[in-house]
């Protein structure tokens, strides 16, 4: 299986840290060819590093997803110079809790911004060249909170509500071009998001996913025959919702 993966290319976001980071890792070891999207340039090519090791081409492309308008022309400016890109991994994202009533509309608008505006742009960006080259696949990692409701969580649970309607329209319109869509949704992952500022949630971090969990549903996913999709993939930690 590997002499046919082995010519694939994914590209990544989010894939300094967490489920991206992990999500590259997995690939390399399966012989997908990476180019890694992040913020942090230095972190990035670490990851470049650690994935070259294991056989494969990796080229870090340092770009903040949160520059809106310059997505969509970045995304295809960097498929052009990587070559053909098989697999889109959006997994970049931020998480974001205050009850809606004190949420800013600025923060509202930063958080709708990079959960779900950056992935229609990054894949406003690829569709074209992956139209072209006859198909390929788009896996956009949304949450539970999708469709499961908490307190504080609004801003996200929304970003991540319209991600879900996204994709699944982007699978009816994309599918004539044998381009797949996969929506992955985890439950509670222990990553770099419940240390930013903008989360406050005190909740048993040793209970969660890991990101190599999610990285592997991932792989699983992509690895599929072309004549089959897997349209949603829900992974929860065992102990449940914490």
Known sequence: MNSVIRQQRALITGASSGIGKETALAFA???????????????LATVAAMAADLGVSAQAYPLDLADIPEVAPSIAKIAQESGPIDILINSAGMGYTNPLADTPLSDWQRVIDLNLTSVYQCVQGILPAMRQQGGGMIVNVSSIAADNFFPDWGAYSVSKAGLVAFSRILALEERANAIRVTIITPGAVN???WDSDSVKADFDRSAMLTPDIIAHAILQAVLLPKQAVVETMTIMPSAGAL
Not at 29 to 43: C, E, P, S, W
Request: proline share 6%.
């Open 29 to 43: 070891k399966a012989g997908i060819n990476l180019v890694l999207i992040g913020r942090d340039r230095q972190k």
């Open 191 to 193: 990553t770099p998001i």
